[in-house]
């Protein structure tokens, strides 16, 4: 009897260890095939960007008098440092912006409200970037263009950016917060601290690794941000002496010549393109190295 | 031992099995160990008496606490000696914290919660709405059941509310902490590492840095959660021996399970029961009187029922 009740649970046992190995090979096959996509987009960015590097080097991205492919001139610089301001400006702004409301969720607002709002910032994050960029070319440009015109400009564009990557920053930081154990909020009350004191001394040191990935996160949208900088911008290849001056960036001069580059044109956009990835991984890297302490 | 039903408002069933358990411990109850338990505790006791006549730091009238309709503690009249420890002892869920957080106000942060009745700090009425909480609660401190260091270094424990409450001076700040970390003991443990982490401290030393970090303000009152249930019993005897210390210079309420630890260090002890639908004040004493000569039945089941 109890023979028999051992054989059947071993059987039992086998099958079932038989199809773990079924799930684990399925499982080992889909994770291969999202890791290759990654690899394989490297591998072909380097593989497109090879001829123009092989025939002019990496210098000439850095030091040719302007970018203009079909006369062989390369210089890549005014769309990187474009990339940079417009980037920097929006992650300054949209920092403190999002850190604030999710202050302002947590801990002061009515939870009606802070329900609500929550909401609306999600529903934030989900619009098209196609629509941030036309809102901003209707609105935004013509009212910039009264101030200051041309009215496409860094500044357009920095507006725009902080608005899209604004709820990234804003709900990780919420997430963050309220991650935080009651323990620390109730020894603050109890010490005597304010609603203030507490946020600053007790909650921002304790949510610190989460906010900083928020504003890596943050930081990786707002680089990669395409269709709305290329809409709000103006796209002159130029560094921009002011916030009113129109500039292109990275991502918006690929979107651009994309469509008609041939040879080494249509080379160097790809190696834009891994300058853009560079970015990126640095600051996956960088999210990697500060959650880990 | 004699009791009847009529002794309590609420005879529940758990209350007469209670009871029944009661009577075979009492039984029990005649070894030595017991005995002399109780002699030290006399000697204990004999010492407080010498005292002079302590005066009142903190008076509650009829205090009730809410929560949406339903009560956790109604009528609560008490005073509580200055400069003495006061334990409130009784089975869970009778109302002991939530008295104590009556009254530094934390209950405000306790959303339908509301309060009836009166506190008095001195002269101050603790329940007036107009009260400014950040100084009440500077001068009534608090001791949870869990250690809650903030995600700091040692030093900045101490160190932040101190400049939350307007010290800025380094140098005073500096000797505040070195004073208080010594007062708890902690100073020779800690004082090569004041920089590192002070979630990296043990549970009974995290325990008393957070009991450094409310002396370090200087409070009148300092009101203790069953503050050594989550520690080991070494830590636990540490910590107990340092509460004892704080005796004559802090008012000291201290919510405990453990009735032998109220035996050992309460000056006086006040037993919640849940009675009628809400926690109630039973029985108010001086340890030697409850402990000894309890006037009410639930009292004396209570103590005995435990063994010391």
């Known amino acids: 009897m109890t023979l028999w009740k051992l054989k059947i649970s071993s059987l039992f046992n086998r099958l079932q260890s038989q199809a773990d190995l079924l799930l684990i090979s399925i499982l080992r096959i889909l994770a291969t095939i999202t890791g290759a996509i990654v690899l394989f987009i490297v591998f072909f960015l380097i593989l497109e960007a090879i001829p123009v590097l092989q025939d002019e080097g990496i210098v000439p991205f850095f030091t040719d008098s302007s970018w203009n492919p079909a006369e062989g001139l390369y210089n890549l610089t005014p769309m990187l440092l474009g990339t940079l301001f417009v980037t920097l400006g929006s992650v300054l702004i949209a920092t403190p912006l999002g850190i604030l409301s999710a202050v302002f969720c947590q801990y002061y607002a009515p939870a009606k409200i802070a329900y609500f709002y929550r909401r609306l910032i999600e529903l934030l994050a989900g619009i098209p970037s196609v629509v941030y960029g036309f809102w901003g070319l209707v609105v935004l440009v013509p009212l910039i263009n009264s101030i200051n015109p041309p009215g496409t400009s860094l500044l357009a564009g920095i507006i725009i950016l902080t608005i899209m990557i604004l709820p990234t920053i804003a709900l990780i930081a919420d997430a963050s917060f309220a991650k935080i154990p009651e323990e620390y909020l109730i020894g603050a009350a109890s010490l005597g601290l304010s609603q203030w004191g507490t946020i600053v001394g007790v909650v921002f040191p304790a949510a610190k690794s989460g906010l900083f990935t928020g504003v890596i996160l943050e930081t990786g949208r707002a680089i990669g941000e395409t269709m709305a900088v290329l809409m709000v911008c103006g796209n002159v290849v130029q560094i921009p002496r002011s916030i009113f001056d129109p500039m292109r960036a990275l991502t918006a001069n690929i979107a651009l010549e994309m469509a008609y580059a041939l040879g080494n044109h249509r080379s160097a956009l790809f190696v834009s393109g891994l300058g853009l990835m560079g970015m990126i991984i640095i600051l996956v890297v960088a999210s990697e190295i500060i959650n880990e302490q | ?308």
């Open chain 2, 1 to 308: 031992m004699t009791l009847s039903k009529g002794d309590f408002d609420d005879p529940g069933d758990l209350d007469q099995i209670f009871l029944d358990l009661v009577e075979i411990e009492n039984n029990q109850m005649s070894n030595p160990q017991t005995t002399n338990n109780k002699q030290q505790i006399t000697n204990n006791q004999q010492q407080i008496t010498n005292n002079k006549q302590p005066t009142t730091k903190i008076q509650t009238e009829k205090l009730s606490l809410y929560y949406r309709a339903k009560p956790a503690f109604e009528d609560v009249t008490m005073s509580i000696a200055t400069g003495c420890i006061t334990a409130l002892v009784g089975p869970s869920g009778c109302g002991k914290s939530s008295f104590l957080s009556c009254l530094n106000r934390l209950k405000d942060l306790m959303p339908h919660a509301r309060v009836e009745g009166s506190i008095k700090l001195g002269d101050l009425e603790v329940l007036d709405p107009k009260l400014d909480v950040i100084a009440l609660r500077r001068r009534v401190g608090m001791i949870f059941q869990k250690p809650n260091p903030f995600p700091l270094s040692i030093w900045k424990n101490i160190a932040f509310p101190l400049r939350e409450h307007g010290i800025k001076n380094r140098e005073e700040i500096d000797s505040i902490v070195e004073t208080t970390l010594q007062d708890v003991g902690l100073w020779d443990e800690v004082k090569d590492r004041l920089k590192d982490s002070a979630l990296a401290l043990s549970g009974g030393q995290q325990q008393r840095l957070c009991i450094a970090r409310a002396l370090a303000l200087q409070p009148e009152a300092l009101l203790m959660d069953e503050p050594c249930s989550a520690l080991d019993p070494i830590s636990s005897s540490i910590v107990e021996d340092l509460i004892l210390s704080l005796r004559e210079k802090y008012t000291v309420l201290i919510v405990t399970h453990n009735l032998a630890q109220a035996k050992r260090i309460a000056d006086y002890v006040a037993l919640f029961w849940f009675q009628s639908g809400s926690g109630k004040l039973i029985e108010f004493g001086s340890g030697k009187q409850v402990f000894e000569s309890p006037q009410h039945s639930l009292t004396e089941a209570y103590i005995n029922g435990i063994r010391g």
